[in-house]
Nanobody, 125 residues
Framework: QVQLVESGGGSVQAGGSLRLSCAVF????????MGWFRQAPGKEREGVAA????????YYTDSVKGRFTISQDYAENTLYLQMNGLKPEDTAMYYC??????????????????WGQGTQVTVSS
């Protein structure tokens, strides 16, 4: 059974940085897509960033391009989301997600089989 455990959320002022981590347990596939989603109160869950095994394809939603970076440490089975230049509109619950096979872009919530519990990011102005 695949388990995803996020950490690294918190509260920062606008312009600050955070790094989210997602530890992956129990994954047995050789090709997979990992992604970060976020959901603000009253809004739909949106795909923020995604990448295939080996980092061959990376996706970022327009609002985070140039500010967020998705990466993986394969030795540690951990996915990261480095978030710089944070804005109040980045405030949301952030979720790590995984699916077998290559990413289908843009990433959609329905395309992922496994989800973490979420970590809250709050950016104050």
């Amino acid at each position: 059974q695949v388990q995803l455990v996020e950490s690294g959320g918190g509260s920062v002022q606008a312009g600050g940085s955070l790094r989210l981590s997602c530890a992956v347990f129990g994954y047995t596939g050789s090709v997979y897509c990992m992604g970060w989603f976020r959901q603000a109160p009253g809004k739909e869950r949106e795909g923020v960033a995604a990448m295939d095994t080996g980092g061959g394809h990376k996706y970022y939603t327009d609002s985070v391009k140039g500010r967020f970076t998705i990466s993986q440490d394969y030795a540690e089975n951990t996915l990261y989301l480095q978030m710089n230049g944070l804005k109040p509109e980045d405030t949301a619950m952030y979720y790590c997600a995984a699916r077998y096979g290559y990413c289908q872009l843009p990433p959609r919530e329905s395309g992922f089989n496994y989800w973490g519990q979420g970590t809250q990011v709050t950016v104050s102005s």
